[in-house]
């Protein structure tokens, strides 16, 4: 009898590299620092997981981040100032992954052992495709190919609609969408998940809701990390989440509850 789960599709910065998804963070930080506004860890993060125009025009309309440029700059920022960002965007972020291409521990491992199931991999992200060009070859040299790779604006509409999801099960021929997973560290793409109509599952400890690379998400005080994993899961609930773990290690007993979910009908 074959395994209930048809397909997994995971995210990538957060998810499946970059533990702390610190690589968007540092690029646009760096990019708004050139304009001479300085953004926060905290507001470069808020809408993590978007794509990065989509990204870009919320940080501009951002309630903390809008009045700073329109005192320096003189004007609310327009669509002429996203597209003048975006061009330097790009490149700053593919350096930037490119930096942080490493995979979170055991995530080599949870799709090696996916694939023994019978279970096909996808994946979507809000990096576009020329930000992952770098990314890829990495991650296959650490043993993680995807059978398909969805990008920011290969779909009308990004994050947090379906479309990305349903794109990657159209190619992976992987249906009813209730017999797939999606995984995410970022709210918004468990709600992705959510509207796709797949199980979801959340990272509370490796992304954007924890935001810490690995030495110092080890160096916090245990008080304190628990505090921060609750926060980043309640987040994660927040947003549709079935399952909140840690990270990508922990996956295969998820994986292995839906599944007799599933097959309990």
Same mark, same amino acid.
């Given at each position: 009898? %074959?395994?209930?789960?048809?397909?997994?599709?995971?995210?990538? #910065?957060? &998810?499946?590299?970059?533990?702390? +998804?610190?690589?968007?963070?540092? #690029?646009?930080?760096?990019?708004?620092?050139?304009?001479?506004?300085?953004?926060?860890?905290?507001?470069?993060?808020?809408?993590?997981?978007?794509?990065?125009?989509?990204?870009? @025009?919320?940080?501009?309309?951002?309630?903390?981040?809008? $009045?700073?440029?329109?005192?320096?700059?003189?004007?609310? =920022?327009?669509?002429? !100032?996203? &597209?003048?960002?975006?061009?330097?965007?790009?490149? =700053?972020?593919?350096?930037?992954?490119?930096?942080?291409?490493?995979?979170?521990?055991?995530?080599?491992?949870?799709? /090696?052992?996916?694939?023994?199931?019978?279970? @096909?991999?996808? %994946?979507? &992200?809000?990096?576009?495709?020329?930000?992952?060009?770098?990314?890829?070859?990495? #991650?296959?040299?650490?043993?993680?190919?995807?059978?398909?790779?969805? +990008?920011?604006?290969?779909? $009308?509409?990004?994050?947090? #609609?379906?479309?990305?999801? *349903?794109?990657?099960?159209?190619?992976?021929?992987? *249906?009813?969408?209730?017999? +797939?997973?999606?995984?995410?560290?970022?709210?918004?793409?468990?709600?992705?998940?959510?509207?796709?109509? +797949?199980?979801?599952?959340?990272?509370?400890?490796?992304?954007?809701?924890?935001?810490?690379?690995?030495?110092?998400?080890?160096?916090?005080?245990?008080?304190?990390? @628990?505090? @921060?994993?609750?926060?980043?899961?309640?987040?994660?609930?927040?947003?549709?989440? !079935?399952?909140?773990?840690? !990270?990508?290690?922990?996956?295969?007993?998820?994986?292995?509850?839906? /599944?007799?979910?599933?097959? /309990?009908?």
């Amino acid at each position: 009898m %074959s395994f209930p789960i048809k397909a997994v599709v995971f995210d990538w #910065a957060g &998810t499946v590299i970059d533990f702390g +998804c610190m690589a968007p963070v540092r #690029a646009l930080i760096e990019v708004f620092a050139e304009e001479g506004v300085a953004l926060t860890d905290a507001e470069a993060r808020r809408d993590m997981g978007k794509a990065k125009l989509d990204h870009l @025009r919320a940080l501009l309309a951002d309630p903390s981040v809008a $009045p700073r440029w329109r005192a320096l700059k003189g004007a609310a =920022a327009g669509e002429a !100032d996203v &597209t003048r960002l975006y061009a330097r965007l790009e490149p =700053a972020m593919q350096a930037a992954a490119a930096r942080a291409a490493t995979l979170i521990p055991g995530a080599a491992e949870t799709v /090696a052992e996916l694939r023994a199931l019978g279970v @096909r991999i996808g %994946s979507g &992200t809000g990096y576009t495709r020329q930000m992952m060009a770098p990314i890829l070859p990495r #991650a296959a040299e650490q043993g993680y190919a995807p059978d398909v790779v969805v +990008c920011a604006g290969e779909t $009308p509409s990004g994050r947090p #609609a379906p479309l990305m999801t *349903w794109k990657a099960l159209i190619e992976l021929d992987a *249906w009813p969408a209730r017999a +797939c997973i999606k995984v995410d560290d970022a709210a918004v793409g468990i709600e992705e998940g959510r509207l796709a109509g +797949c199980w979801t599952v959340g990272l509370a400890a490796s992304g954007n809701g924890m935001g810490l690379d690995p030495a110092a998400y080890a160096a916090l005080p245990p008080d304190e990390r @628990r505090a @921060r994993l609750a926060k980043a899961e309640a987040e994660l609930k927040a947003a549709g989440a !079935d399952f909140v773990i840690e !990270d990508v290690s922990q996956l295969m007993p998820v994986v292995r509850e839906i /599944a007799e979910k599933i097959a /309990a009908g």
